[in-house]
């Protein structure tokens, strides 16, 4: 059993480039400008042995409470109720602000402790703001240097603490029955490589709903949401279940056109959508019902495509639409011209804001899943293949027919096939459409990408058979 460490404090102060520092990769935007980090975000951290869940939260600003920095303060008190323990930073360099002193005033009548951390003090410039550190009544301030790694060896001595009291309460719950030893070492061991949880990735333009649909999923206001576009920065990843089916849930930032896109943050932001994109495995991309299927709507799902990545379209807002069957039949239609590389794509209506359909769309993202990670077998495959080229055989070239040889799947997720071919530089496309589209219909794959690799050569496997004899 591990335990949780919340780093809390004022905008700028270095927060997401400590976040980063402890998880060890660059998970979190970092960017001069104030504010960027909007949403909590989870990471496993460790410092030398010492390992735990850390937190990283949006800066703390004194603001009314239905402003949008009103509404990120919730969010941050919501992690600093979850954490075991607080990191209040503070930038060294700048000194003690009224503003950090107001939230140390905050940050003393919670029950969660409090670690008093004194950033940015590489050098002699931030001597002064370590010594002002000692009047916030915080205990004695941490010196770090979150950018360059600094003072990690005092902040494991002031964490161990914790770490200590953590595994105390581990064992006496073991003790008194509360937890099952098994279970512990049962999260711990390769098991959990082999059947982790599915990578769900919720994509779409700005202001959609993909963080209302999270929030409705989990059962509570996890992620900040709100009337204004683009509230969401960075993509927030979150551990949750579906009828005891593990899954990651990732919120991303919505993609404008890049032509419209200016600002340094919304291209970091985009930036770290893709990446969300290539990790998932899974992605849901969300429409708003009376805005259907729109040029960005489009280009996403072909970058999706393109990642090899499931894909599903989920229509947002559903309940505002009039003629719900005519909507639907146009979607379709859409669909079937403008993204023919996956036919048969899921389409699913849903209302993230009265949760309606959301079971439908959970069990067609695992259905999806399953296809994704299908495997053929080699056998059936070459009858296939033989069926396939007898029905329609392949064109000549150079006055002689293209041969197709052999078929067999070299990997899976998206799936993917390998044939050979006695001339795979002069087999048109139109003809490895066609073999795509059977291998859609013969073996159930629709919806998800299908890549054929040509080769040449002869029939790899052709002489095992007499060698074991």
């Not at 708003?288 to 090899?308: F, M, N, P, S, Y």
């Not at 080699?378 to 041969?403: F, Q, S, V, Y």
């Amino acid at each position: 059993m591990t335990f949780s460490v919340a780093i809390i404090g004022r905008p700028n102060v270095g927060k997401s480039t400590l976040f980063n520092r402890l998880v060890g990769k660059r998970l979190a935007l970092v960017d001069d400008t104030p504010g960027v980090t909007r949403d909590w975000r989870e990471g496993e951290g460790r410092i030398a042995s010492l390992r735990f869940r850390v937190l990283d939260t949006a800066g703390l600003e004194d603001a009314p409470e239905g402003s949008l920095a009103g509404r990120m303060r919730r969010q941050t008190e919501q992690a600093l109720r979850a954490a075991d323990v607080a990191l209040f930073l503070i930038d060294a360099r700048a000194g003690v602000t009224p503003m950090d002193e107001h939230f140390a005033d905050l940050l003393r009548k919670e029950s969660t402790p409090v670690v008093l951390v004194a950033n940015k003090c590489e050098g002699r410039a931030g001597e002064n703001g370590l010594i002002e550190a000692f009047a916030l009544g915080l205990g004695d301030p941490v010196p770090v240097s979150a950018e360059h790694g600094e003072g990690m060896g005092d902040l494991f001595e002031a964490l161990l603490p914790y770490a200590e009291e953590a595994a105390a309460r581990a064992a006496g719950a073991i003790r008194h029955g509360e937890v099952d030893d098994e279970e512990i070492e049962e999260g711990e061991g390769p098991e959990e490589e082999d059947h982790g949880p599915l990578q769900l990735a919720i994509v779409g333009r700005p202001n959609v709903g993909k963080s209302t649909l999270i929030n409705r999923l989990l059962g509570e206001e996890r992620l900040l949401t709100g009337p204004e576009a683009g509230i969401t920065r960075d993509s927030i990843a979150v551990d949750w279940s579906f009828r005891g089916r593990p899954v990651k849930l990732v919120d991303t930032a919505g993609l404008r056109r890049r032509a419209r896109v200016a600002e340094k943050i919304e291209k970091l932001s985009g930036s770290d959508t893709m990446r969300a994109i290539r990790f998932a495995q899974v992605v849901v991309l969300l429409l708003d019902a009376e805005q259907l299927l729109e040029k960005q709507d489009l280009t996403i799902a072909r970058q999706v495509v393109d990642e090899g990545r499931a894909l599903i379209i989920a229509a947002n807002k559903w309940d505002l639409v009039k003629d719900g069957k005519a909507a639907l039949k146009a979607l379709h239609e859409k669909l079937e011209v403008s993204l023919p590389q996956v036919r048969g794509v899921p389409v699913v209506t849903i209302s993230a804001l009265e949760g309606r359909n959301l079971d439908r769309l959970l069990r067609a993202v695992f259905d999806i899943y399953d296809i994704w990670r299908s495997r053929i077998s080699t056998a059936k495959l070459n009858d296939w293949l033989l069926a396939m080229t007898e029905a329609h055989p392949p064109p000549m070239a150079a006055g002689r027919r293209i041969r197709l040889r052999y078929a067999t799947q070299i990997k899976t997720r998206p799936p993917t096939f390998a044939i050979w071919t006695s001339r795979p530089k002069e087999l048109p496309e139109s003809y490895t459409r066609y073999l795509v589209n059977g291998l859609r219909e013969d073996f159930g794959l629709e919806g998800v990408p299908l890549r054929i690799n040509l080769r040449k050569g002869k029939n790899p496997y052709e002489g095992r058979a007499k060698k074991r004899r």
